[in-house]
């Protein structure tokens, strides 16, 4: 199967995908002009350290000179420390000047020569057989000149072969070096000049190959940037085109039914009804594919993270990438939301804890802003996805915020109450748990408050929000069966109120430190998904975690895989919404092949819908994508060690 990554192609980037000549090296020009800036910027210290350790060397060297031939120790220093230490330490000062970025690569190549042509002035100087055995000062030269002064292949290899042309002309023509011994130095010499050149070649070489790397990630952050972007614009223009057909529609059955104002009136709510229907669907079904492409990113960003240390320079860069990925998710979590798409993860929650969590990390970044609390101390518990909830107090927060462009007051309000006469139809009776968020803004007018909870409608200047925040929150509310309530005044402010349904189960503890610990494993996987690119990272991770994988891109190829291999396969990873046979349809079917088969769902969506009814029937557990390879080792090892059926805390 073809493994390539089509949404990363730098994530699967090979040497042969580098357009660069065989000999030079060399890039197309715009690309080498970017790779040599980043070059002399990586170089830069490597070269000042490889210069000061240069003179340490010859310095070093000096102490033999007075051991070897003493009487000649005043001419020998005189090269070394009147000639070549002077010399190395100009460099290393000019490298703090401007024009040396430019010079780069001649100086250091020089550099070479200076330091290799200073011994063999020396050979040249120095009485046989002494002078036979500074060789090996050479040698030294090609390996700090072909590997730590950073000069380029183009540029050392000229500067090594210069200097073997030198010391060829002093021990024939000058030393008169004897044949045994021109052999035996040749021989060395020679040799090391060319594991030289072939160490220079590949650390240039793969230099390129991880700027080439780099080059390729920064190009899909910016599809990711630019994904987000096309997404934002592509869900305002089909739904503003569907608000402008239903307000038509609407206007035209007024005017038919004025006479019948009940009917009207009932008419226009279910057209509503129908409208808001549409729009979730269109909502649920872009988040939905869009999740599809954020998980390749997200599980390739995972993989490359696993295998890059910190401090590698392009660690930071996958880091934002992963940052990038979790802004397109909470759009996502705001269009499923704004659907009622479905929960995520449902605990019994203290609501008194969350909103103090949320506030306090929200207040630490909007100092202007003092909050105020009236907690009431024995709230009662909520049955809740507080990931969601936690996004509604966030829109609220940031709503107030923005109502107080000079700063101001936040006051929030939690208390137990019991509702016996709902003031709508759709709201049931009983224990509410009622949360208020008031601030000292510039308040609402009745227009704007009917309109407020109304997808992409938003009073926020240009570019400062997408409308979606309050629309998101309701639609949260209303799918944890809760209710809204909104009273303000312009210029006195502005209270949000929202109740939520009480429980009597027991308050569940986070385990975040789990869910960053990788649990691998052995076990054979069978993983199902039509997607090729999320099959792909996918099988990925799990090869990465330990697990055996088998890959199937449909549900009928996973019905055959799992007929053929069901005594070896211990899970099957199954994605909810395929064509042709649907993820249902394919549990079915392994069910009936194996009545006690493990089942671990994955989707696009949340849990609700579909997903929870083949959850319903049996399955292990639910994981959502996009998903890390931390969350994918932890559901995985939970559906292999807790066997046969799943049902969500809350259901």
Same mark, same amino acid.
């Given at each position: 199967?073809?493994?390539?990554?089509?949404?990363?192609?730098?994530?699967?980037?090979?040497?042969?995908?580098?357009?660069?000549?065989?000999?030079?090296?060399?890039?197309?020009?715009?690309?080498?002009?970017?790779?040599?800036?980043?070059?002399?910027?990586?170089?830069?210290?490597?070269?000042?350290?490889?210069?000061?350790?240069?003179?340490?060397?010859?310095?070093?060297?000096?102490?033999?000179?007075?051991?070897?031939?003493?009487?000649?120790?005043?001419?020998?220093?005189?090269?070394?420390?009147?000639?070549?230490?002077?010399?190395?330490?100009?460099?290393?000062?000019?490298?703090?000047?401007?024009?040396?970025?430019?010079?780069?690569?001649?100086?250091?190549?020089?550099?070479?020569?200076?330091?290799?042509?200073?011994?063999?002035?020396?050979?040249?100087?120095?009485?046989?057989?002494?002078?036979?055995?500074?060789?090996?000062?050479?040698?030294?030269?090609?390996?700090?000149?072909?590997?730590?002064?950073?000069?380029?292949?183009?540029?050392?290899?000229?500067?090594?072969?210069?200097?073997?042309?030198?010391?060829?002309?002093?021990?024939?023509?000058?030393?008169?070096?004897?044949?045994?011994?021109?052999?035996?130095?040749?021989?060395?010499?020679?040799?090391?000049?060319?594991?030289?050149?072939?160490?220079?070649?590949?650390?240039?070489?793969?230099?390129? @190959?991880?700027?080439?790397?780099?080059?390729?990630?920064? /190009?899909? !952050?910016? %599809?990711?940037?630019?994904? =987000? +972007?096309?997404?934002?614009?592509?869900?305002?223009?089909?739904?503003?085109?569907?608000?402008?057909?239903?307000?038509?529609?609407?206007?035209?059955?007024?005017?038919?039914?004025?006479?019948?104002?009940?009917?009207?009136?009932?008419?226009?709510?279910?057209?509503?009804?129908?409208?808001?229907?549409?729009?979730?669907?269109?909502?649920?079904?872009?988040?939905?594919?869009?999740?599809?492409?954020?998980?390749?990113?997200?599980?390739?960003?995972?993989?490359?993270?696993?295998?890059?240390?910190?401090?590698?320079?392009?660690?930071?860069?996958?880091?934002?990438?992963?940052?990038?990925?979790?802004?397109?998710?909470?759009?996502? @979590?705001?269009?499923?939301?704004?659907?009622?798409?479905? /929960?995520? !993860?449902? %605990?019994?929650?203290?609501? =008194? +804890?969350?909103?103090?969590?949320?506030?306090?990390?929200?207040?630490?970044?909007?100092?202007?802003?003092?909050?105020?609390?009236?907690?009431?101390?024995?709230?009662?518990?909520?049955?809740?996805?507080?990931?969601?909830?936690?996004?509604?107090?966030?829109?609220?927060?940031?709503?107030?915020?923005?109502?107080?462009?000079?700063?101001?007051?936040?006051?929030?309000?939690?208390?137990?109450?019991?509702?016996?006469?709902?003031?709508?139809?759709?709201?049931?009776?009983?224990?509410?748990?009622?949360?208020?968020?008031?601030?000292?803004?510039?308040?609402?007018?009745?227009?704007?408050?009917?309109?407020?909870?109304?997808?992409?409608?938003?009073?926020?200047?240009?570019?400062?929000?997408?409308?979606?925040?309050?629309?998101?929150?309701?639609?949260?509310?209303?799918?944890?069966?809760?209710?809204?309530?909104?009273?303000?005044?312009?210029?006195?402010?502005?209270?949000?109120?929202?109740?939520?349904?009480?429980?009597?189960?027991?308050?569940?503890?986070?385990?975040?430190?789990?869910?960053?610990?990788?649990?691998?494993?052995?076990?054979?996987?069978?993983?199902?998904?039509?997607?090729?690119?999320?099959?792909?990272?996918?099988?990925?991770?799990?090869?990465?975690?330990?697990?055996?994988?088998?890959?199937?891109?449909?549900?009928?190829?996973?019905?055959?895989?799992?007929?053929?291999?069901?005594?070896?396969?211990?899970?099957?990873?199954?994605?909810?919404?395929?064509?042709?046979?649907?993820?249902?349809?394919?549990?079915?079917?392994?069910?009936?092949?194996?009545?006690?088969?493990?089942?671990?769902?994955?989707?696009?969506?949340?849990?609700?819908?579909?997903?929870?009814?083949?959850?319903?029937?049996?399955?292990?557990?639910?994981?959502?994508?996009?998903?890390?390879?931390?969350?994918?080792?932890?559901?995985?090892?939970?559906?292999?060690?807790?066997?046969?059926?799943?049902?969500?805390?809350?259901?």
């Amino acid at each position: 199967m073809d493994r390539r990554d089509f949404i990363m192609p730098a994530a699967s980037a090979q040497p042969d995908d580098m357009k660069i000549h065989p000999l030079t090296l060399s890039f197309e020009p715009e690309l080498e002009k970017k790779f040599r800036d980043d070059y002399y910027i990586n170089s830069l210290r490597m070269v000042r350290i490889s210069l000061l350790a240069g003179m340490f060397l010859y310095g070093f060297f000096g102490l033999l000179d007075a051991e070897l031939i003493p009487q000649m120790k005043v001419h020998l220093w005189v090269i070394r420390f009147g000639i070549v230490w002077p010399f190395l330490l100009g460099v290393i000062l000019f490298s703090y000047t401007k024009p040396f970025k430019k010079l780069f690569q001649p100086v250091v190549a020089f550099t070479m020569l200076v330091a290799g042509g200073a011994i063999i002035y020396m050979i040249a100087i120095l009485p046989a057989p002494v002078n036979q055995t500074y060789y090996a000062g050479l040698i030294l030269v090609f390996i700090w000149g072909y590997t730590f002064t950073r000069a380029r292949f183009v540029w050392a290899t000229p500067a090594g072969w210069l200097l073997v042309a030198l010391y060829e002309f002093v021990a024939t023509q000058i030393t008169k070096a004897p044949p045994p011994v021109l052999l035996n130095n040749n021989f060395f010499f020679i040799s090391s000049n060319l594991v030289g050149m072939f160490a220079c070649y590949f650390i240039e070489y793969y230099a390129r @190959r991880d700027f080439f790397l780099a080059y390729q990630l920064e /190009k899909e !952050e910016a %599809k990711v940037r630019l994904a =987000n +972007e096309r997404l934002e614009k592509i869900v305002r223009e089909r739904t503003a085109e569907l608000l402008r057909k239903n307000e038509k529609l609407r206007e035209e059955i007024e005017e038919r039914k004025r006479a019948e104002k009940r009917k009207a009136e009932l008419e226009s709510k279910l057209q509503e009804a129908q409208k808001m229907k549409a729009l979730g669907t269109l909502a649920g079904g872009i988040a939905h594919d869009f999740n599809n492409l954020l998980m390749g990113i997200q599980g390739n960003t995972s993989l490359m993270l696993l295998d890059t240390d910190p401090a590698h320079p392009h660690y930071e860069k996958l880091k934002n990438t992963e940052q990038y990925v979790l802004r397109g998710s909470e759009l996502t @979590r705001q269009l499923l939301g704004f659907a009622r798409g479905g /929960k995520y !993860e449902v %605990k019994p929650t203290a609501l =008194n +804890e969350l909103i103090k969590k949320s506030s306090e990390m929200f207040g630490r970044t909007k100092k202007e802003i003092s909050i105020h609390y009236t907690l009431q101390d024995d709230l009662w518990t909520v049955n809740v996805d507080r990931g969601q909830i936690e996004q509604v107090l966030l829109n609220l927060f940031v709503n107030a915020w923005q109502a107080m462009p000079e700063g101001g007051h936040l006051y929030l309000v939690t208390e137990n109450v019991e509702i016996t006469k709902p003031p709508s139809e759709d709201i049931k009776p009983g224990m509410y748990v009622k949360t208020s968020v008031t601030d000292t803004g510039v308040g609402m007018d009745e227009k704007t408050i009917e309109r407020i909870f109304d997808p992409f409608f938003t009073t926020k200047e240009r570019n400062r929000g997408t409308g979606l925040g309050l629309a998101s929150a309701y639609g949260i509310i209303k799918n944890h069966d809760g209710f809204f309530e909104v009273s303000s005044k312009v210029g006195q402010g502005s209270t949000f109120s929202f109740y939520l349904p009480a429980t009597e189960c027991a308050v569940v503890a986070d385990d975040t430190e789990a869910e960053k610990k990788l649990l691998s494993g052995n076990e054979t996987i069978l993983v199902v998904d039509d997607e090729v690119p999320i099959l792909d990272v996918a099988c990925g991770m799990l090869e990465k975690l330990g697990y055996k994988v088998l890959p199937a891109s449909s549900g009928q190829e996973a019905v055959k895989t799992y007929g053929q291999l069901r005594d070896q396969i211990d899970l099957v990873l199954l994605d909810v919404i395929m064509p042709g046979m649907s993820g249902r349809e394919t549990f079915e079917n392994l069910k009936a092949l194996n009545p006690h088969v493990k089942v671990l769902l994955s989707s696009g969506y949340s849990l609700g819908g579909e997903a929870s009814k083949i959850v319903a029937m049996g399955c292990c557990g639910f994981v959502q994508k996009p998903y890390d390879i931390y969350k994918l080792s932890q559901r995985v090892r939970e559906a292999l060690n807790n066997g046969h059926g799943y049902k969500s805390q809350g259901e």
